[in-house]
């Protein structure tokens, strides 16, 4: 292989070497406004290099399979200026068999994904024909090789389905967005489902209901929570908890969340959207419990952070990235988590996520998608709404967490995997 190639290279003036190579296929049509914008395939290749000289680490990178010689030299240039080395490079070790990989997806060429990209909105504009629809449809063929000069030596092969419908709709100065998507590894994707879902969406819509400002309980939808998981998030990232930033900690074993909330990041799951066996440092995946019955058990670290905090890698990678998160469900079915609330709000998607001081938990931020709940029945949409709280207050006030979960997400998507409908009993809510 030439990551082996490169390490051997590496490895005549460096005291250690990595070498990671992602070869990648794609196949892409778009559809825009009712019709079809674009259908391409493409082909990249990246190389990630490594090395330890004197104490020191230096990376280099490039797209060219042929520049061995270039990456090698660039990378060993940058470790004379590269920051101490607080940690060796792994040696082979067994890793899970993890499905990453669905032939089905092979034959999938560009004209089926055209008709189902079509088919699908032509579903969503038989249920309004106002609507000015869109989908898109992705599939990735990737191949990782990976080398390093401590000799864990591994490859393996992935495919990526991502598929999405939606549109919007314009009436007068009124501009609704909404829509549905999904990506995961195989090709048993429902189209119609997808399509289905965006419909929904536009129904419940179909009315503007006024909102009062005040301390509302507030229900996430699977996709909506992330407002709250990013907190969480950025809260047991190693790096933060390293340089005294996180909020947790000093918390590990300790109650943060309801004693109803569970939390797991799983690489294991078979054929999810950030699933595989190995990390980009060459260490194996395995599932991590980040919460368990509201106690906090992990923080995530790569080689790196790691190292410099005294602790054990995880095998999150070099950014210390979840990878599939998967949240308990819970006792409540979703309709009656929904009968409970005399006067609420659902939301479904934001505006300036990320936005006040997340690290710490505070959120403020504009309800892109949401809708008024009253007298246990979705009444219509809300407009000019925003939300503020903390999150990690909002993680101690869950009043239910739903029976039902849904796939949320992709590789590309903030945080993908199996989320339910979260109650939070109440949280500021603002309208105009």
Do not use: C
Not at 124 to 145: D, F, P, Q
Not at 180 to 209: L, N, P, T
Not at 281 to 286: D, H, I, M, Q
Not at 324 to 340: H, K, Q
């Amino acid at each position: 292989m030439i990551v082996e190639q490169i390490v051997e290279k590496a490895m005549k003036k460096a005291q250690s070497a990595q070498a990671v190579m992602r070869t990648q296929e794609t196949s892409e049509v778009n559809f825009e406004n009712d019709r079809l914008k674009s259908a391409e395939s493409s082909q990249r290749t990246d190389i990630q290099v490594k090395v330890m000289l004197d104490g020191k680490v230096g990376t280099s990178s490039t797209t060219d399979p042929g520049d061995v010689e270039g990456v090698v030299k660039r990378a060993l240039e940058a470790a004379e200026f590269g920051s101490p080395a607080h940690y060796s490079l792994p040696a082979a070790q067994p890793a899970p068999q993890v499905k990453t990989y669905d032939p089905a997806l092979l034959p999938l060429g560009k004209p089926e994904m055209i008709q189902m990209g079509q088919g699908m909105m032509e579903m969503i504009k038989a249920s309004n024909a106002e609507i000015l629809a869109s989908a898109g449809l992705n599939k990735n063929l990737v191949k990782n090789e990976f080398a390093n000069s401590a000799g864990a030596v591994f490859a393996d092969e992935h495919t990526d389905f991502n598929i999405g419908a939606g549109g919007q709709l314009v009436r007068g100065t009124d501009i609704l967005y909404a829509g549905h998507s999904v990506g995961q590894k195989h090709r048993q994707v429902d189209a119609e489902d997808i399509a289905e879902r965006a419909i929904q969406y536009f129904r419940m819509a179909e009315r503007i209901a006024p909102l009062q400002s005040g301390e509302l309980p507030v229900i996430f939808t699977p996709r909506g929570f992330v407002a709250i998981l990013l907190s969480l998030l950025l809260g047991v990232d190693g790096k933060n908890v390293f340089l005294g930033e996180s909020p947790l900690g000093d918390k590990l074993g300790q109650a943060i969340a309801d004693p109803r909330f569970s939390l797991v990041d799983d690489p294991t799951l078979a054929f999810g959207a950030n699933s595989s066996a190995f990390d980009d440092e060459g260490l194996p995946r395995k599932a991590t419990p980040l919460v368990e019955n509201g106690v906090l058990r992990n923080f995530l670290y790569d080689l790196d952070t790691a190292g410099r905090a005294g602790v054990a890698p995880t095998g999150h990678g070099s950014r210390r990235r979840p990878t599939n998160l998967v949240i308990a469900a819970g006792d409540t079915p979703y309709a009656e988590m929904l009968r409970g609330v005399k006067q609420g709000l659902l939301v479904h998607d934001f505006l300036g996520l990320g936005q006040g001081n997340p690290i710490n938990g505070e959120f403020s931020m504009n309800v892109f998608l949401g809708y008024k709940i009253e007298d246990g029945e979705i009444v219509g949409r809300v407009k000019d709404v925003m939300m503020a709280g903390n999150a990690y207050e909002a993680l101690k006030d869950i009043s239910a967490i739903s029976q039902e979960r849904d796939w949320v997400g992709g590789p590309y998507a903030w945080y993908p995997g199996l989320m339910p409908y979260v109650q939070i009993g109440k949280l500021s809510v603002v309208a105009k």
